[in-house]
């Protein structure tokens, strides 16, 4: 398996079609357990610099039930990834080195469904925070030298502060 390449890209209007499409086929997929399908991260940003892979936030009735759907997941191309990190999440990529796109699934009433809305709901109504980030991102993906764990680090502090932020503004 060749490695991941680590790129920010300038945004790209076609993300939010990538998404609209991507979004009927997990509607049409997974049926009644889903509840909403969300564009997130930085490509639901408009005018935001991000690594052109689209991540969406999907709310669903039961994890446990999604787990039962994998077979339909795979039909669209996701690997599974578990819990990836963050307890009660189903993570799955799509891709191999060149994903295209990564799904955060969450239990209707989880914690991370908030934080997820108030963190994209915050970028949009702060452009120069938007823009800092973007700035970030680009020095990120220039030094991490294709390694996403360095990446992730070098952006770690702006965001863990920055999510905190968002969601004081967010209840607010």
């Not at 799955?92 to 997820?116: E, N």
């Not at 702060?126 to 970030?136: D, F, M, N, Q, R």
Request: hydrophobic share 45%.
């Amino acid at each position: 398996m060749s490695q991941r390449i680590i790129e920010v890209v300038p945004y790209d209007e076609n993300w939010v079609k990538l998404f609209a499409t991507e979004k009927q086929l997990l509607q049409q997929s997974l049926g009644a357990n889903l509840l909403l399908v969300e564009h997130i991260g930085s490509t639901a940003v408009p005018g935001l610099a991000a690594k052109p892979i689209i991540d969406i936030l999907l709310e669903v009735v039961s994890v446990a039930a999604l787990d039962g759907q994998l077979a339909a997941m795979q039909a669209l191309g996701y690997q599974a990834k578990g819990e990836h990190g963050i307890a009660g999440r189903r993570y799955y990529q799509k891709g191999q080195s060149s994903r295209s796109h990564h799904i955060h699934a969450f239990q209707s009433g989880d914690k991370h469904l908030l934080r997820h809305r108030a963190f994209k709901a915050y970028l949009l109504a702060h452009p120069a925070i938007a823009a800092e980030y973007a700035l970030l991102k680009q020095q990120a993906a220039r030094q991490c030298q294709h390694n996403s764990e360095l990446y992730m680090a070098y952006k770690q502090d702006f965001v863990l502060w920055h999510q905190q932020l968002a969601l004081l503004w967010y209840h607010s």
